[in-house]
Each structure stands twice: as C-alpha cells, then as structure tokens.
C-alpha cells in the first residue's frame, strides 16, 4: 500500500463547475499537507500549504486536512480552463524542509 | 511564490556525455535544494536532498557516481548526469527550501534527452 493514494482520473468538468480533489494517506506523523499544480512540461506550482487540521481558502482554492480520517481535499470553485493541469498533493513529517510523499497525481481538464 | 530557476531546459546530448543542469533560487537562501525525476504521467521522484556545503543523500537506488550533485553555495545546486544513456533520459526537476521559505518551490524542469 503506497503511503499516499490520490484518483489519477482524468477528471474532465466544464467550466465554472466546483471540483474536489482528494488524497488519502496512511502516515499519522504526517502534519504538513501541500497541493501542487503541474502544467505539462513544467514544474510544479504550490497552491496551498496547510499544518494539521482545518480548513485554509485563498481565492478559487480551499484546502481541507482531516487528519482523524487521514484525508485531504482541495477545492476549485468557479472552475476555468487555465485550471486544467495535473494536481499533486504532497505531505511531510516535520516540515515541509523534510522529504515530501507525493500522491500519484489527478490530471483535471476544465472544459470551455 | 518564491523563484526558482533551472537551466537549460531542454538538452539532447549522445550517449556517454555529461550533462549539468544547474538549480538556482534567486530570491531567497536554500538551505535544502531537492532533485527528482518524472516519467510521463508519472509523479515525482526524489533522487537526492542536498544542504549547502554538505554531501547530497540519495535515495535507495539512485547511483551516487552516475549523478553527481553539488550544492556549494546557497543559491545554487548543480546535477551532473555523467556518461549518459538513453535510460537516463527523463524530466528532472529541482526544489528549493530555506529561509525565510518554509515549503519547498519548485523550478520549471529540466527535459533530458539522450541519443
């Protein structure tokens, strides 16, 4: 069983729809959770970064931990096509200094 | 977000030939530089996490000898991929954590390209 587990999908949703994004872990000393955004080709972005449980929101995007289920979500609201890209949620330990485990990744296209 | 740069971005080189792709945070100082790999429609796989002025860590598997990492200033952290070959082909991407950052960024990538 692989530490982190994330739906690859592809997820397709037409715009202006809200999509969840989720990951699942196994590690209870994880207390970091971070959400990337790849482009194809391109590095990954960091959108959100959370410390224990709760909730964070900036902007279109939320972040929710609940770490009594081991369960991560990200949220887009109002979802547009430029959101359309592999999402990687990655967690951490100690820190995010600390080595990060990434889920598999959930490639989402928004469609117009 | 903070910037971290790669360069080049893109290189094709023969098989046997070294190739060094440098990681350069420029607005902040990075104590731990990090190298993955990333097979298409794959995720990323951490090779090696490196801190200034010490020796790197590489992951169970990852050849110490055939991919070379130096992290000699704050700012910058090179990869060497010596005697090439098609296998090593692949996108490589560094990361970048330090103060006052407390979360690793990311740069764009390097795509390797081995004849």
């Known amino acids: 069983q692989k530490e982190v587990e994330q739906d690859p999908g592809p997820l397709s949703v037409p715009e202006g729809a809200i999509v969840s994004l989720n990951c699942t872990y196994s590690n209870s000393a994880f207390q970091y959770f971070m959400w990337y955004r790849q482009y194809s080709r391109k590095g990954p972005e960091l959108l959100m970064y959370t410390y224990s449980s709760g909730n964070k929101e900036d902007g279109r995007f939320t972040a929710q931990v609940d770490k009594s289920s081991k369960y991560i979500s990200l949220f887009i609201r109002d979802s547009q096509p430029s959101d359309s890209a592999t999402y990687l949620c990655?967690?951490?330990?100690?820190?995010?200094?600390?080595?990060?485990?990434f889920g598999s990744g959930t490639q989402l296209t928004v469609l117009p | 977000g903070a910037v971290v740069s790669q360069h080049p971005s893109r290189v094709i080189c023969k098989s046997g030939t070294s190739v060094k792709i440098e990681c350069r945070s420029l607005?902040?100082?990075?104590?731990?530089m990090f190298w993955y790999r990333q097979f298409p429609k794959q995720s990323l796989m951490l090779m090696a996490t490196?801190?200034?002025?010490?020796?790197?860590?590489?992951e169970q598997g990852v050849e110490k000898d055939k991919f070379l990492i130096n992290h000699a200033s704050l700012t910058l952290s090179t990869l060497t991929v010596t005697s090439a070959h098609p296998e090593d082909s692949s996108f490589y991407i560094c990361?970048?954590?330090?103060?006052?950052?407390?979360?690793?960024?990311f740069g764009p990538g390097t795509r390797l390209t081995v004849l």
């Open positions: 990361s970048a954590q330090g103060t006052p950052r407390d979360t690793q960024y």
């Open positions: 990655a967690m951490s330990a100690r820190g995010s200094a600390r080595q990060l485990t």
């Open positions: 490196s801190n200034e002025g010490s020796k790197a860590t590489y």
């Open positions: 607005d902040f100082q990075a104590t731990t």
